[in-house]
């Protein structure tokens, strides 16, 4: 979560406030890579992960989740960003601020609930991640706890009791964000819905 939203924020960021080349190439790509299944990924990162040796570690599936939650991340931000005025960044500037506090001290806070939606959206994608899970880790200590769901799938059937336990207690943590986060997270999206 924390990776694929300071990742995301920082990147919308750029997009949206400098001049660079070949930008709306950068965005269509990253909108094509959220028209991709899941299980289009699952070779490649397979043999990479292999290769650099974090096969069967935590690290498989988190670096794998990034590649969802930091595109949606970067497109939903952009656009947030381009309903703020550039003129704040400016008078930011006047005051004495580099491009760097600015963007920390002046637009970061403005763009307040964006930043909630998108560490929301970050969070969601890792915790309901199973397939990434199931193919990068294959000790079942290792992982996730939505994960472990499958272990309620048995050699001679599936225990429904068990399963219908753990899918309550598992959809607790996600209950709970959408509760506490509901204001930040309608915000959020009808402010970064429209360039404005």
Known sequence: MVISATLAILAAYGLARFRIKGKRIIIFLFLISQMLPQISTLVPNFIIFKKIGIYNTLFAPIL???TLGIPFCILMMRTYFLSIPKEIDEAARIDGCS???SFL??????????????FVFSFLFGYSDMIYSLTY????TKWPVT??????VGRYGIE??????FGCMVVLPVLFVFIFMQKYIVQ?????AVKG
């Open 105 to 118: 001290r002046v637009i970061l806070p403005m763009s307040s609930s964006g930043v909630v939606v998108s």
């Open 188 to 192: 959020g999206l009808t402010a970064g």
């Open 64 to 66: 794998a989740t990034c």
């Open 160 to 165: 429904w009791c068990r399963s219908m336990a």
């Open 147 to 152: 994960t472990g769901i499958y272990n309620t």
């Open 137 to 140: 880790v294959t000790d079942s």
């Open 99 to 101: 491009s760097i506090q």
